[in-house]
Nanobody
Framework: VQLQASGGGLVQTGDSLKLSCVDAKRTFSNNAVGWFRQTPGKEREFVATISWNGGSTYYSDSVKGRFTISRDRTKNTVYLQMRSLNAEDTAVYYC?????????????????WGQGTLVTVSS
């Protein structure tokens, strides 16, 4: 499985950004997909997850109401729309394909990980 995350960049506080995660080998269509983030010196943090058919989503408290996860199964792509960004959202964002059809905040439930895309929010 080759997951390719993209869309990161440098934005200002309050801006929006949309990340994409493409499964080049088209194998996560029956699996949940999650987004995680990590900053230097900190543990990886769960952000959001979406079930295999998009029918169920779950967010961390820190992004709930600001971020939206979605997927386009025809394009084998999962998105993370981020709004009202602030400095605490600065991190490398990773997408991951779950072992299961429903999502989870547990990193161990994900077996394939993308390379990450850097989001930097300047204040």
């Amino acid at each position: 499985v080759q997951l390719q995350a993209s869309g990161g960049g440098l934005v200002q506080t309050g801006d929006s950004l949309k990340l994409s995660c493409v499964d080049a080998k088209r194998t996560f269509s029956n699996n949940a997909v999650g987004w995680f983030r990590q900053t230097p010196g900190k543990e990886r943090e769960f952000v959001a997850t979406i079930s295999w058919n998009g029918g169920s989503t779950y967010y961390s408290d820190s992004v709930k109401g600001r971020f939206t996860i979605s997927r386009d199964r025809t394009k084998n792509t999962v998105y993370l729309q981020m709004r009202s960004l602030n400095a605490e959202d600065t991190a490398v964002y990773y997408c991951a394909s779950s072992r299961y059809a429903t999502g989870s905040s547990e990193g161990s439930h994900y077996r394939y990980w993308g390379q990450g895309t850097l989001v930097t929010v300047s204040s």
